[in-house]
């Protein structure tokens, strides 16, 4: 069992930046892998950014050399850093965590989503 928090998201200008926080009720390092997804209306939720206990990154295309993904195990957190947001980044943003082994079977938990809203 993984409950996982946000925050982070908000309003803001084309060009500009915010950074999202996940918070674990366990250690990240227990966790296989943390990622961000995102849906906008009438889209379906979409990869942006995933991390694996070894520190593997994976980002989606659109989104490579804009963002960045870190994790900070003392904290039981994940960011993810957006920079140079443009208005369609704006949707709600989940974060994700996978546990469990590929024999037993994985499990798959989710925060709550946090709205982040760009303007041009």
């Known amino acids: 069992q993984v409950q996982l928090v946000e925050s982070g998201g908000g309003l803001v200008q084309a060009g500009g930046s915010l950074r999202l926080s996940c918070a674990a009720s366990?250690?990240?390092?227990?966790?296989?892998?943390m990622g961000w997804y995102r849906q906008a209306p009438g889209k379906q939720r979409e990869l942006v950014a995933a991390?694996?206990?070894?520190?593997?990154?994976n980002y989606a295309d659109s989104v490579k050399g804009r963002f960045t993904i870190s994790r900070d195990n003392a904290k039981n957190t994940v960011y993810l850093q957006m920079n140079s947001l443009k208005p369609e980044d704006t949707a709600v943003y989940y974060c994700?965590?996978?546990?469990?082994?590929?024999?037993?079977?994985?499990?798959?938990?989710w925060g709550q989503g946090t709205q982040v809203t760009v303007s041009s």
């Open positions: 366990r250690s990240i390092f227990s966790i296989n892998a």
């Open positions: 994700n965590a996978k546990t469990g082994t590929v024999l037993a079977g994985r499990y798959d938990y």
């Open positions: 991390i694996t206990s070894g520190g593997g990154t």
